[in-house]
DNA sequence: TTCCAAAAGATTGTGTACAATGTAATTGTA
DNA sequence: TACAATTACATTGTACACAATCTTTTGGAA
């Protein structure tokens, strides 16, 4: 175990490695399931701020998200291409764009409850364990979930 | 607390999510650190096992990373241009290519130790915590540091 | 010795991410 | 009430990330 001056640069002694290593494993271990629903993981989680919240802005699911215009405004159009999501200006406010679920987006709900119980089991963490990476996740993020 | 049978599908009831999202902002967080080194969190990651080991394959580099021929092909390309490292076939087996750090990219680790010190502060984990958090990545990817 | 399968990188195409900037609508204020 | 600042979203440019596929080199078996 040497500790010289260079040490804090071995990538064995980062945190944040293993965390960037982590999510970019997870999205892919996402992908065959998501497939089967034609969405990307991106795609899923904002369908999944939307099925619960029905209708909502582009900066609302951003702030849920950590997300910006830059990223959301494709992947908006990209889902409303398929069919599962509509985008209309608000009437109040112009400004606003107001993102809501289709029919058809509510049905995907229903195959996607599937995803979480197929990618659950190929956590490695027993219960305590993944509550506590949970809850040290969002210190980390300093906040609690930005959705609740 | 709800627990209907769409709750699983509750953003704030991912594990996966806070795992990207922190991912995402940690990299948001380096980037005015690294940006005063001409480099990426990529090419960041990519420096650092280059710094330890001084020459190794494309295959090596994409293993510690969990990176594939795709992304770093033009990342090393782009680190070659800006001078920290070459790129030359293997004499012994052509199929190879040896990435070799330069004297201009081990110059750089000297700049490099103040981004771990910086990047310290701004973690709202105490010790204890930030080891567990550590513990429980590997053990979620499955494994230790395949650049130990 | 041929020749086929495997290995190492490179390339292509799609989809994020995000900083920086642009545009239009709205709001606050002198 | 003008008009400057703010807000919401879109656009542009750069840089990953990875699946799928291609090319070249190598090693092994017939």
């Given at each position: 175990?040497?500790?010289?001056?260079?040490?804090?640069?071995?990538l064995k002694?980062?945190?944040?490695f293993?965390l960037?290593?982590?999510?970019?494993?997870v999205?892919?271990a996402?992908k065959?399931y998501?497939s089967?629903?034609?969405?990307?993981y991106t795609?899923?989680?904002?369908m999944?701020v939307?099925?619960?919240k029905k209708?909502m802005?582009?900066?609302?699911?951003g702030?849920?998200?950590?997300?910006d215009s830059?990223?959301?405004t494709p992947l908006?159009?990209?889902?409303?291409?398929k069919g599962?999501?509509?985008?209309?200006?608000s009437k109040?406010?112009?400004r606003?764009?107001l993102?809501?679920?289709t029919?058809e987006g509510?049905?995907?709900?229903d195959?996607?409850?599937?995803?979480?119980?197929?990618?659950s089991?190929?956590v490695?963490l027993?219960?305590?364990?993944a509550?506590?990476l949970y809850?040290?996740l969002y210190k980390?993020?300093d906040?609690?979930?930005n959705?609740?």
């Amino acid at each position: 175990m040497e500790d010289n001056k260079y040490s804090c640069l071995e990538l064995k002694n980062q945190l944040c490695f293993p965390l960037y290593a982590c999510a970019k494993e997870v999205v892919r271990a996402y992908k065959p399931y998501l497939s089967a629903l034609d969405l990307t993981y991106t795609q899923y989680i904002t369908m999944m701020v939307l099925w619960e919240k029905k209708q909502m802005n582009v900066k609302e699911i951003g702030r849920c998200l950590y997300l910006d215009s830059g990223t959301l405004t494709p992947l908006l159009k990209k889902l409303e291409s398929k069919g599962y999501i509509s985008r209309h200006r608000s009437k109040a406010d112009e400004r606003n764009l107001l993102i809501s679920i289709t029919d058809e987006g509510m049905k995907l709900r229903d195959k996607a409850v599937a995803v979480p119980r197929e990618m659950s089991k190929c956590v490695k963490l027993d219960k305590d364990e993944a509550k506590e990476l949970y809850r040290l996740l969002y210190k980390f993020l300093d906040n609690n979930c930005n959705c609740e």
